[in-house]
C-alpha cells in the first residue's frame, strides 16, 4: 500500500480560524491522525483535522479542469 498525502489543520481555542499547519504521509487515515498529533504536537490544539489532499477540490472556476484530473 502506498502513502497518501494528507493536509493537517488546526486550531487553537474554540472559534479561531482553522490554521494549515503542514502535510504528512500515511498509509491511511488512521495512521494519519496519530502522526498528526506526534508531529504536530507543538501547541495544545483545541481541534486537529486531518484531510486527505485527494479529497481537496478547488472551487475557483479556472480549476475546474484540473481539479477532475487531479482527482481521478
Known amino acids: ?5 494528507f ?9 479561531d ?6 502535510t504528512l504521509n500515511a498509509p491511511h487515515i488512521d495512521l494519519a ?4 498529533w506526534k508531529i504536530y504536537d ?3 490544539w483545541s ?3 486531518v484531510i ?6 478547488s472551487a475557483h472556476p479556472a480549476h475546474d479542469d484540473a481539479a477532475r484530473v487531479e482527482g481521478s
Open 1 to 5: 500500500m502506498t502513502d497518501q498525502v
Open 7 to 15: 493536509e493537517v489543520f488546526c486550531r487553537v481555542a474554540p472559534g
Open 17 to 22: 480560524p482553522m490554521s494549515h499547519i503542514g
Open 33 to 36: 491522525r496519530v502522526y498528526a
Open 42 to 44: 507543538e501547541e495544545d
Open 47 to 49: 481541534e486537529m483535522w
Open 52 to 57: 486527505p489532499r485527494a479529497s481537496i477540490a
